[in-house]
């Protein structure tokens, strides 16, 4: 029973990369999956992006994210920030070379 319950969870949380920071608590995340198409047998890779709410705006573009769903928190937002797994690379020196 346990691990029937552990499934469940698993299937809510997904692993994706921050591509855009939509306000002050919303971020847009990419999470990518590969599948097999079922007649021609090519691995296909799917793209779903998913509007993200983060409470503390952590998040910036860039890094990589598990997200956790839940109730609906706006008109399309169901889908909560749990942890960042890895910050993004500075983009560059800031100030270098004035």
């Known amino acids: 029973m346990?691990?029937?319950?552990?499934?469940a969870v698993q299937l809510q949380r997904?692993?994706?990369?921050?591509?855009?920071?939509?306000?002050?608590k919303?971020?847009?995340v990419t999470v990518t999956?590969?599948?097999?198409?079922p007649v021609y047998l090519k691995v296909?890779?799917?793209?779903?992006?998913?509007k993200v709410?983060?409470?503390h705006a952590q998040c910036r573009a860039g890094d990589l994210v598990q997200v956790e769903a839940g109730r609906p928190l706006s008109r399309t937002k169901r889908w909560r920030v749990i942890r960042v797994i890895r910050k993004a690379a500075a983009a560059g020196m800031e100030g270098?070379?004035?």
């Open 44 to 50: 296909i890779r799917q793209v779903t992006r998913l």
């Open 14 to 24: 997904q692993v994706g990369t921050v591509v855009k920071l939509s306000g002050l």
């Open 33 to 37: 999956r590969q599948i097999r198409h």
């Open 26 to 28: 919303t971020v847009v």
């Open 53 to 55: 709410h983060d409470e």
């Open 96 to 98: 270098a070379g004035t």
């Open 2 to 7: 346990d691990t029937v319950i552990q499934d």
